[in-house]
């Protein structure tokens, strides 16, 4: 197994670790994750004088490496347990995928961009993670066949309620999701019933990149 990288001892990590207390992200699991997750390993060489601020920044096909804070808030939200089997939909650069890895038993991860998928996937081999499986193919048909899953994270706006996967959540489950059409969503929490019905509570607004149907064709 490969030597996972130390923590980062750059003090510009510890006054992120401290904006996203004071920003209400309080869980320490979720802290200790994010606290542990190298986000200069995440970002483009462009970007690394920037790896530790709290922003959203640019990475390959279009997409981002979401902002830390709603990395925190979104990850505080699923309500992660150890025996958790998690659906990502949206692996990105792979650092949120990394981090739901630390807290969960298995993260299973959608992408796609097929040039996404493997360079993530090269970062989880750098860090030495076992319990991500990766998956190319259309985010919003989920992963049925590995279904029910214990929570669903997706890290692209669906333009309305996440149906698909929404069915592909046990009785009691959480997805946590951006939805709405236009540039600013609802960052939203549905909170399974027992009974096939939902319960669903708004977080606060979040700009993400709209959730798109099939795989991308990349030249």
Request: charged share 20%; proline share 7%.
């Amino acid at each position: 197994m490969a030597r996972r990288p130390q923590p980062p001892a750059d003090p510009r990590h510890a006054r992120l670790m401290e904006g996203l207390k004071e920003q209400g992200v309080s869980d320490p699991a979720v802290l200790a994750a994010i606290a542990s997750t190298p986000r200069d390993l995440f970002t483009p060489d462009l970007f690394q004088e920037r790896a530790f601020e709290d922003q959203a920044l640019p990475i390959a096909c279009g997409q981002t490496i979401s902002q830390p804070y709603i990395v925190g808030l979104m990850t505080q939200a699923l309500r992660i347990e150890k025996r958790s089997r998690v659906l990502e939909i949206g692996t990105g650069s792979g650092y949120q995928t990394t981090i739901l890895s630390k807290l969960a038993r298995l993260v299973y991860s959608v992408e796609r961009y097929r040039t996404l998928m493997s360079a993530a996937e090269g970062r989880f081999q750098t860090l030495g993670l076992t319990n991500v499986i990766t998956r190319f193919g259309d985010g919003g048909q989920g992963w049925p066949e590995q279904a029910p899953f214990d929570r669903v994270m997706v890290t692209a706006a669906a333009s309305e309620d996440p149906r698909v996967l929404l069915a592909q959540l046990k009785p009691n489950g959480v997805l946590v999701a951006p939805v709405g059409r236009g540039p600013v969503q609802n960052l939203n929490r549905y909170v399974g019933d027992g009974e096939g019905g939902f319960t669903v509570e708004t977080l606060t607004e979040v700009r993400f990149v709209p959730l798109l149907d099939g795989v991308a064709k990349e030249s």
